[in-house]
């Protein structure tokens, strides 16, 4: 069965610092690949997804996350944070027979002012 | 309106309490999910339905009983839970069961078995 492991639970930063949250998955057949974002108080929501193409994927509020198939993982970043970007982030990956996502444990980050 | 509704927010019940938790999406989506989501363990996934048709049921205690009536609604039965299974149950639909397609997601019910 698929795995998905974030290796950070929590992360706390100031304002302007860069952002890097580890993916790892288990699985390698798929490359339907998503990182989620849950802000307090509101709804999971998508973040970004890779499907194909460029391993180097950009999503909403300047994220961005790269997909290294040899590694299986999928990072995701940011290159200077604000205090708005304090949100749970998930990373979900597809099962091996290509059907449920399976989400990570998820990383908390908090960002100071 | 927001594409997937849940009701109530929030629920406190008994452990001999029968209680209905309640989904909708408004997206036109073909699959929908139920999700347990506790302090400090993953997303677990419950129930995935596809065209109101149970294609996946994840080892979840039978004192959960899903319900699709069609693929617009979603419910969740419960009866005689236990404090374990206080958590935040988040419903979520998409275009297909496949893992490819994204998933998007309503506030959740945050449950109390007292």
């Known amino acids: 069965a698929q795995s998905v492991s974030q290796h950070n639970h929590h992360v706390i930063l100031s304002e302007a610092a860069s952002l890097e949250l580890g993916c790892n998955y288990s699985?390698?057949?798929?490359?339907?690949l998503f990182w989620y974002v849950q802000y307090p108080g509101q709804h999971l929501q998508l973040l970004l997804k890779?499907?194909?193409?460029?391993?180097l994927v950009k999503g909403i509020k300047g994220f961005e996350a790269e997909f290294i198939k040899s590694k299986f993982s999928f990072n995701l970043r940011k290159p200077s944070v604000q205090w708005s970007d304090t949100a749970e982030y998930f990373c979900?990956?597809?099962?091996?027979?290509?059907?449920?996502?399976?989400f990570g444990g998820g990383t908390r980050v908090l960002v100071k002012p | 309106e927001t594409g997937v509704t849940q009701t109530p927010r929030h629920l406190v019940m008994g452990m001999t309490n029968k209680k209905s938790l309640k989904c909708e999406q408004h997206?036109?989506?073909?699959?929908m999910y139920w999700y347990k989501q506790s302090a400090k363990k993953p997303l677990e996934l419950m129930f995935v339905?596809?065209?109101?048709?149970?294609?996946e049921n994840n080892s979840v205690p039978s004192r959960f009983s899903p319900e699709c009536p069609n693929s617009s609604h979603l419910f969740l039965h419960l009866h005689t839970l236990q404090p374990e299974d206080s958590a935040l149950y988040l419903c979520?639909?998409?275009?297909?069961?496949?893992?490819?397609?994204?998933?998007?997601f309503g506030p959740g019910t945050r449950l109390t078995v007292t």
């Open positions: 699985y390698g057949g798929t490359v339907n």
């Open positions: 339905y596809s065209l109101e048709e149970r294609v």
């Open positions: 979520a639909s998409s275009q297909d069961f496949r893992g490819t397609y994204e998933q998007y």
């Open positions: 997206l036109g989506h073909n699959a």
């Open positions: 979900a990956v597809p099962g091996a027979a290509g059907n449920k996502l399976t």
């Open positions: 890779y499907f194909s193409g460029d391993p």
